[in-house]
């Protein structure tokens, strides 16, 4: 079936604005690893994707996925060890008291279950999130996002204030003692309003922001505050968790932080639907005696099995070394690519997460959003998968599959030269 004829089917059966990458979009079939290959067998490298975390199809998730379909699947209110093991394996992860899991289908799900533990704990219903962030699509959580503001809703926004987001290009807040005045700011309206505040729910490495430039412990002034205003601290790590930063397994303990929820998603089952998060006893302990939630489909025995599959190639490969090995280099690289091509105004990287944030004019920083998209589809175009982020939707998102090895960066790098040749004088 070609491309059109597909794309007329969608339409039709799923309804209009169903997005889709790319202004040619990509009719993937097969993956492997780090690789995806379209209907018509062209091969591209997949530099985007953090849900094949330990790469497309990987044989140790199959097998996991493939064994425990034969045995059994059921609801997760029946006894099974998988979901037992999984949580026992998942919270050795972690420190400082985050011993409790619970595990759902979704990232979005997880975060909606983070912000009822946090009213249940505090008694209170405002929320803190930045104003460039997306943290999930159910009415709840997505009322924390700016971006396409639905035309109807629930009236949810009232519980929900903004703080600017980080931006070390940008904004002068090199220890983070701005962004925790900003969280001040938005606890006291809330405080004022007599909605109360209840959380704060953040990226540890504001990945959806533009993953800006951030030493670490940056968070810990925002912490403090979060903690003498009596509120929880969220940290949601769909993206950035399960090794990626490179240094660390979590994000936050990058950052020298301890949330009160951590949040998990994507990444987790390389692919198979799992999410959940970790917290303390007793904010599981609160949130179980102040709602009856239970999830059919959360902790069972396959999606376990996927679970525990993920850990175990992380351990096994080594591939917390690798994400920092590889972002390393790719910041080397990055780095020579900037003092070749004007129009790149910073380069960032966290771990196996990396990009380029390009700009009309160094002087006046205004964002070369434009220019960002015909890179995007020009290097599709030459069989590399990527986005952009950030809040001007200026700045590359490279965040391949955590396999990806030297000779993928080289082969990235050289076509982003390339790309970058073609479409901008040098410097």
């Known amino acids: 079936m070609n491309t059109p004829e597909l794309m007329d089917r969608r339409r039709a059966l799923l309804g209009p604005n169903v997005s889709t990458f790319y202004q040619r979009p990509v009719h993937i079939v097969k993956g492997e690893d780090v690789w995806l290959w379209d209907a018509d067998g062209r091969r591209y490298l997949d530099c985007y994707n953090n849900v094949p975390h330990v790469g497309h199809c990987n044989p140790r998730v199959v097998e996991a996925i493939c064994a425990q379909t034969r045995q059994l699947n059921v609801h997760s209110r029946y006894l099974h060890e998988n979901l ?12 400082d008291g985050l011993s409790n899991a619970l595990l759902t289908c979704t990232g979005s799900e997880a975060n909606d279950i983070a912000l009822r533990m946090a009213e249940a704990m505090t008694g209170k219903r405002g929320v803190i999130a930045t104003d460039a962030t997306y943290h999930g699509n159910t009415s709840l959580v997505s009322q924390l996002s700016t971006a396409n503001t639905p035309t109807y809703g629930y009236g949810l926004d009232q519980y929900v204030r903004h703080v600017e987001a ?4 940008r904004i002068d807040d090199p220890q983070g003692f701005r962004f925790a005045a900003k969280v001040q700011e938005q606890i006291d309206a809330l405080e004022h309003s007599g909605i109360g505040f209840a959380a704060l729910i953040v990226c540890p490495l504001f990945l ?41 397994f979590w994000a936050h303990q990058k950052q020298g932080v301890t949330p009160d929820v951590v949040t998990m998603g994507k990444p987790m089952g390389n692919g198979y639907p799992v999410a959940g998060l970790v917290t303390r006893p007793e904010v599981m302990e609160r949130f179980r005696g102040s709602y009856r939630y ?11 099995a996927a679970a525990m599959a993920v850990l175990e190639e992380i351990e096994h490969r080594n591939l917390k070394a690798n994400a920092a090995k590889i972002g390393s280099l790719a910041m080397e690289a990055m780095t020579g690519l900037s003092k ?5 105004g910073d380069v960032r990287q966290s771990g196996m997460v990396f990009g380029i944030e390009f700009l009309k004019d160094k002087n006046t920083l205004e964002p070369a959003s434009g220019f960002a998209d015909q890179v995007v589809e020009a290097m599709r175009e030459r069989g590399v998968l990527l986005s952009k982020l950030g809040r001007h939707k200026n700045t590359l998102k490279i965040r391949p599959p955590m396999t990806f090895s030297e000779e993928h960066l080289g082969l990235l790098v050289q076509t982003l030269d390339d790309v970058l040749s073609a479409l901008t004088p040098q410097a």
């Not at 980080?166 to 290009?169: E, I, Q």
């Not at 403090?224 to 993206?239: M, N, P, T």
């Not at 070749?340 to 790149?344: D, E, L, M, P, Q």
């Open 84 to 95: 037992v093991n999984y949580a026992e394996k998942l919270t050795a992860t972690f420190g």
């Open 294 to 304: 239970f999830n059919t489909f959360g902790g069972n025995p396959v999606a376990c």
């Open 166 to 169: 980080p931006d070390s290009l």
């Open 208 to 248: 959806n922001e533009g993953f800006p430039s951030q030493p670490s412990g940056w968070l810990r002034p925002t912490e403090k505050v979060v903690r003498e205003a009596g509120g929880l601290l969220i940290c949601d790590e769909v993206q950035s968790g399960f090794a990626r930063s490179g240094s660390h």
């Open 340 to 344: 070749k091509y004007g129009v790149i």
